[in-house]
């Protein structure tokens, strides 16, 4: 594995230890459907990474799996993308309080749904490709959700607290997430196959942009389970 690999898993990691740490000192089931989507990020990064014994094992097992349907690590990654969207809605959908709000999130939720089952089914290439312009949809409903919760947080006193909110911070960093990798990857096709200077700076505005997106996800949960704190000790006062 090579060195900017490890980083980006070991920062995953600490961002998903950093949810579970907060869900432990705080009991927010609220929070917990994000720190599903960490740990589920945490796996399939690990699983995903079975290709790598084609060049280090030569055993049946190894030989059988590089020469079957499931030689490419695709599939888990359509799993994933398909998850994600899902535990994120869910997440937003406990931090959000109108009827109007949970009905535009859970009809993004379901449309996703929909749309990636058909085109699978229709198509067969699950195991083959993602999602035509999955990441181009993903990005727009985070979006949508992203101002959903600001819609709500505008209209409250939150507003007022929002810089000590571990939710405003969660969905801020992954929408910008996937608002600043959606044009990398739209053009990738033209660029990779001529350009090496392309595929370089996309393998490092990749990992730049990983680990400044893990570290928030960290930030997010510490700072926020700071903030609790400096509460509590000043009502015992």
Known sequence: MDIVRFITHLIELVAALSGSYYWLRTKEDSVLPFV???WVTVFIETVAMYPYLYNYSDNAFVNWLESSVLERNVWLYNIY???????????MIRNTNTSVSHRIIKIIIIV?????ICCFSITGSFFLMSLPYDLVIQT?????MLLVYLRELIASDQILYFYKSHVFYLIFSI???FICLTPLF???SYYRAINESFVVFRGRFLFVSNI????????????SLWQKRQLAMKSLR
């Open 186 to 188: 739209i053009f990738d």
């Open 212 to 223: 400044l997106l893990y570290s928030c996800y960290t930030f997010a949960f510490l700072y």
């Open 175 to 177: 929408t910008f997430w």
């Open 140 to 144: 727009f409903a985070m979006y949508i």
């Open 112 to 116: 996703y749904s929909f749309f990636t």
């Open 36 to 38: 599903w989507f960490l």
């Open 81 to 91: 993308n398909f998850l994600t969207l899902i535990l994120v809605g869910i997440f």
